[in-house]
């Protein structure tokens, strides 16, 4: 059973084009061809990268942090309640009032208390901006690197301004060393990425994020054993320069360089519309739609591949509406937080007292009330930087 699905998964048809088998791509005289096989040893390199993550977020992200004057953030911890807080872990963090009130009956505990013990309870799991600085610097410098990389290694290359050029001569391609190395580092970091998102910070966009790892991951591994490496290397050179743009825009919004961090996430917006709207459709997509039939019949991994694209693309689409939509925001002055990320990650830990809290209840509808309008109503508009650039990384 196992030898015939395995024979089925790998064949002839399905990943190359008409009258070229596995034979043809077997290394010979000085021509070496990309191998399923090769891709085994992105899982060691995918753990390697987290134990260097973890490394560089405490040896050089959390001094750099502590020179731009950002620190840990203390919450206050919540009193021992296992009613409460079975609640909370099995339910939901933000009950509504109806449940409240049966909570506070099941633990002997005022509507006022259960309130407050949950907005601390979820001020104690909302990251810090610590965290936040270490994920966004870890992040940056891997990008960096990988832009400058692909840019060294595909510079001098006919390809690179030509696509037409990325169908010569397919699928006898032989494999370049800088080639090979781009790719087993670009899929192992990305692994690495899918490995670390239960301790990575969560954005409302999580699901689409996830869904972006994994089709890079099966676009790149499929390139990799179809030998569609040149059109590959593209992909991830136009993916990564904006990339870099949006992680150092967090970057410099964390250690409240407001200036600096509007205008990389101006430059970032620009840039991720240039790369993924026109040309990544209008270049890498077209090249990998019209030009491949002039060289042989369309087959499965044709089409496979291009739907992958534009997989991509849609997300492309999804995140470039969500930039426009807070430029227009903030444009027209009626932008109060991140399109993309959660309330609670929004929230500033600065929970009152139950003095101040008294305080403010007998205040009524008083002055208290109108300090809290003039605190989170439209009269308190949050800057640019402040919104923008506490997005996780836009793929």
Known sequence: MFDTVYEWFWWDRIWLPVNLTWADLEDREGWVYAKASHLYVTGPYAVAFL???YLFERLIATPLAASAGIKEKVHLKVADNPILELYY???SRNPGQADIDGLSKKSSWSVRQVERWFRRRRNQDRPGVLKKFREASWRFAFYLLAFIGGIVALYDKEWFYDTREV????PKQSMLESQYWYYILEMSFYESLLFSVAFD?????????IIHHLATLVLLAFSWCVNYIRIGTLVMLVHDASDVLLESAKLFNYAKWEKTCNTLFVVFAIVFMVTRLIIFPFWLIHCTWVYPVDHYPPFFGYYFFNVMLV???FLHIFWAYLILRMVRKFLFGILTRDERSDNEEEEE?????EEEEERQHKLGNGLGAGEKEGKNGHFGRLSL???MCQSKTVY
Do not use: M
């Not at 910070?201 to 994020?209: A, I, L, S, Y």
């Open 311 to 313: 997989v991509l693309l």
């Open 51 to 53: 134990l260097i993550r």
């Open 201 to 209: 910070v969560k954005r409302k966009d999580f699901k689409e994020q």
């Open 385 to 387: 930087s402040e919104n």
């Open 167 to 170: 169908w010569t001569g397919f």
């Open 349 to 353: 830990d600065s929970s009152p007292s």
């Open 89 to 91: 872990v099995s339910h």
